[in-house]
């Protein structure tokens, strides 16, 4: 059986430390590791000793602490943000400013086949239209004008076709949710 050098429980203090030190807000600790504010308010003036999966995620934040910079969703620069999404899990934001030609991502998957452009860290506008195609049926597909009419699009344009399907193929679990 495998045994794992962890700690089993965690004092409010040191909780609260680590918070403070990440310079967050309860709220935003509580956004962090995926609780209720209440739970953090509760777990930093209890006298009871933590226990549970926080007591592992506090250990890998002490010992990691460029995690919450690396999960931390950064202001919007463009007018559009897309969300590159495989189920539920955030894979790649994609902030486009379609009149500049400008595009900017941050990826939050470290398996680049997870993210929305590979390999490439700083894609092109380019790169951002053809990843759109790529989340879309051919524009040479059979029937198109047929398809096109279900979706009540009157012509083909990629971005007008993820609006109406998220870019969701019936092969994956990947999706895009856009902001505006």
């Not at 509760?42 to 919450?68: A, C, F, H």
């Not at 495989?86 to 009149?99: A, H, M, S």
């Not at 759109?132 to 524009?139: D, V």
């Amino acid at each position: 059986m495998k045994q794992f050098a962890i700690t089993t429980e965690l004092k409010s203090s040191e909780l609260k430390i680590l918070r403070k030190k990440m310079g967050l807000t309860q709220v935003e600790f509580a956004q962090l590791v995926n609780v209720s504010s209440k739970t953090i308010e509760r777990w930093e003036t209890s006298d009871k000793p933590i226990t549970g999966p926080i007591v592992t995620l506090v250990g890998i934040l002490n010992n990691y602490p460029q995690m919450e910079e690396e999960l931390r969703v950064p202001e919007r620069v463009y007018p559009m943000r897309l969300w590159y999404m495989y189920k539920n899990t955030p894979c790649t934001l994609i902030d486009v400013d379609e009149r500049g030609r400008r595009v900017r991502i941050k990826n939050y998957m470290r398996d680049y086949i997870m993210t929305a452009f590979g390999k490439i860290e700083n894609p092109t506008f380019e790169n951002y239209e053809e990843f759109l195609k790529s989340r879309c049926f051919p524009e040479t597909r059979d029937k198109m004008k047929i398809v096109l009419k279900e979706l009540d699009l009157p012509f083909y344009d990629p971005f007008l076709i993820i609006e109406k399907t998220q870019g969701r193929m019936a092969e994956d679990n990947f999706w895009i949710k856009i902001e505006r």
